[in-house]
């Protein structure tokens, strides 16, 4: 089960990274959330995949799901969440001032 | 007692919040935003004293004993940086006046500034490594807004680049710690050095080691990642360039001093030998960098970089000087930078550009900040008798004891580079003919005593070393000896 899961992240992580590499700001952006649901299912699998009752120490259970890689995980699509909508919010303003969408057309030195 | 360890977080916190209600009374906003300044700052001082008269407090939060809650410490090495940050956060709340628009004043600015203190202090006390991860994004969140604050088109083109870099060496990081998670079972530090050293698997460990050091340098702007930190430091407002540039780099180098004295020191010969070449060359980089800028606010953004290569090199070299010169390093640099960012946003505003060609002769309008901007310089370049000799001065004798001369060479040089780099500023903008710019804007007298302060503090950091460095050896030996860390933590105390 791990081997399909760390494949799956593996694959999520190549998109993600592709993307990343496109021109496109909204391209760029889908990339950024394919990297953290990448990144987060990576952590799951790294904390071992385990069938068991929920991690509350009562009498009687044997095995138990590990509780940490979940806190970890929920705390982590929280911000990945805030940051996403955050960038989608820069990207729209900035395309507006700027006039283009393309990263080609955003360098520059111009400071003033 | 040990609930004052939350207090560093809490304070700038809620004043963020509180000055978030007040925002259209600017004058209330401002007098309530130096008043938290100021006392988070004593309370920052009073801090430091207790921790090193009674020794460091442990904050386990929730009452969660160590290795499974979260925990905060308050060390000597995050005390005297909570308390330096809290230095720079009143310096900045007090320049903002003069340099921001009360429209965007009234935008919830201080709000801003004092969530991204509150991230800044999170990271340098907590003990967890996961915990460092969110208050990075804490502070990382606040920067986001600052380095838009204003909305101006350049602002937002390079805000793109530093959102998605950022973004990116987050979800490394992450990724990073979950590796660590599934090696060592734990994301405690303290737990995490304990089970490092026990560990039949350096190799692994190492190479974990290794991606969590590209993750920090890309946030700490080391040779090569740093291409995307000289322009987007200097678009925003200077107050938010002060407060990034003295800060948010820090933070990065912090937590390599951190992780790799603590947990990641398993392979000494791969780990220094990639400290030491990493940071030589981020110091030759970042001065050509500044060498080759003809914008002042960029000759300021590029001398960050050189700074961090110092501060690379002294981890790497891993011994008494070389530990104690890369902290020293680390205070003055934060506060001198905070200075020479003040100073830079002055010139350029009082100039009416940042260009320096197109400047010239305003130490006969302006001698204060001109004399001011040249003993920051002197600072930066490490001229004795200012603080960044001492710094130096502690690095080339560790480089020496550990053998390794292309390191001192390359450290003298990059230090008589970055001497050329601001001296060449200071004479293009303040001597030579050049129209005598003669409009006494608001900026120069306001401006400048908070840039007073801070130069204070720098020359009192090299003046006044003989009361601050035996602090500071203190930390370099405790930094030395993880099981002290180690103990502190997971035993509850010396």
Same mark, same amino acid.
């Given at each position: 089960m791990e081997i399909i899961m760390i494949v799956l992240a593996g694959i999520l992580f190549g998109f993600a990274v592709y993307n990343i590499l496109q021109k496109q700001l909204l391209r760029i952006i889908i990339g950024t959330a394919l990297l953290s649901h990448a990144a987060h299912l990576f952590i799951l699998t790294m904390g071992k995949l385990k069938r068991g009752s929920s991690p509350v120490l009562t009498e009687g259970t044997e095995s138990y799901s590990d509780p940490l890689p979940q806190a970890l995980i929920l705390t982590s699509i929280v911000i990945s969440f805030g940051v996403t909508s955050l960038l989608l919010v820069l990207a729209y303003r900035a395309v507006k001032t700027n006039?283009?969408?393309?990263m080609e057309e955003l360098r520059g030195n111009d400071h003033d | 007692m040990t609930n004052f360890a939350i207090l560093p977080i809490l304070i700038p916190f809620i004043a963020g919040i509180l000055l978030a209600f007040t925002h259209n009374r600017i004058l209330l906003t401002r007098r309530l935003a130096m008043l938290f300044a100021i006392v988070h700052l004593m309370t920052m001082g009073f801090l430091l004293y207790k921790v090193l008269v009674d020794g460091s407090i442990v904050l386990e939060a929730g009452d969660w004993s160590a290795p499974y809650g979260i925990i905060l410490v308050l060390d000597p090495l995050s005390t005297l940086l909570v308390l330096t940050s809290s230095i720079i956060l009143l310096a900045v709340v007090w320049y903002a006046p003069a340099s921001v628009s009360e429209e965007q004043e009234g935008f919830y600015f201080y709000t801003f500034v004092f969530l991204l203190v509150t991230g800044v202090s999170g990271a340098f006390i907590t003990g967890d490594l996961f915990n460092l991860f969110v208050f990075f994004e804490v502070l990382l969140m606040a920067s986001y807004a600052l380095i838009t604050h204003g909305g101006k088109k350049v602002q937002l083109r390079e805000s793109i680049k530093y959102v998605l870099i950022n973004l990116f060496s987050s979800m490394l990081f992450v990724t990073a710690v979950s590796y660590i998670y599934a090696v060592l !079972? +734990?994301?405690n530090m303290a737990q995490l050095a304990e089970r490092a050293a026990a560990s039949d698997q350096p190799g692994i460990i190492t190479t974990v080691a290794i991606l969590l050091f590209f993750v920090f340098a890309t946030k700490g702007a080391a040779f090569p990642l740093y291409y995307w930190m000289p322009h987007s430091y200097i678009v925003p407002n200077p107050v938010v360039s002060a407060l990034f540039g003295a800060l948010l780099t820090k933070v990065g180098v912090y937590s390599l001093i951190r992780t790799f004295t603590l947990? /990641? =020191? @398993?392979q000494p010969e791969i780990m220094d030998q990639l400290f030491i070449w990493v940071g030589n060359l981020t110091m030759l980089f970042g001065v050509i960098g500044a060498l080759a800028s003809r914008n002042i606010k960029l000759i300021v953004a590029y001398n960050i970089i050189p700074a961090i290569g110092f501060m690379l090199v002294g981890i790497g070299i891993f011994n008494h000087d070389g530990l104690s010169g890369s902290i020293y390093y680390l205070l003055q640099d934060m506060i001198v930078k905070a200075a020479l960012f003040l100073l830079a946003g002055t010139i350029a505003a009082v100039a009416g +550009?940042?260009? *320096?060609? #197109? %400047?010239?002769? %305003?130490i006969r309008s302006h001698p204060v900040l001109g004399w001011m901007f040249f003993i920051a310089g002197l600072v930066l370049a490490g001229v004795?008798?200012?603080s960044g000799f001492i710094g130096k001065l502690l690095l080339v004798r560790g480089a020496f004891e550990k053998g390794e001369t292309t390191t001192v060479i390359i450290m003298l040089l990059t230090s008589l580079l970055i001497l050329l780099s601001i001296v060449r500023a200071f004479i293009r903008i /303040?001597? !030579?003919? !050049?129209?005598? *710019? #003669? @409009? @006494? +804007?608001? =900026?120069s007298a306001r401006s400048l005593l908070p840039a007073g302060l801070l130069m204070l503090f720098t020359v009192f950091l090299g003046i006044g070393a003989e009361a601050i460095l035996p602090t500071v050896q203190q930390i370099s030996d405790y930094l030395l000896n993880p099981q002290e860390y180690i103990d502190l933590v997971l035993k509850g105390g010396r």
């Open positions: 006039g283009t969408d393309n | !079972g +734990t994301v947990i /990641f =020191h @398993q +550009t940042s260009d *320096i060609n #197109k %400047m010239g002769g %305003m004795p008798p200012f /303040f001597w !030579g003919e !050049g129209e005598a *710019i #003669k @409009q @006494q +804007t608001r =900026h």
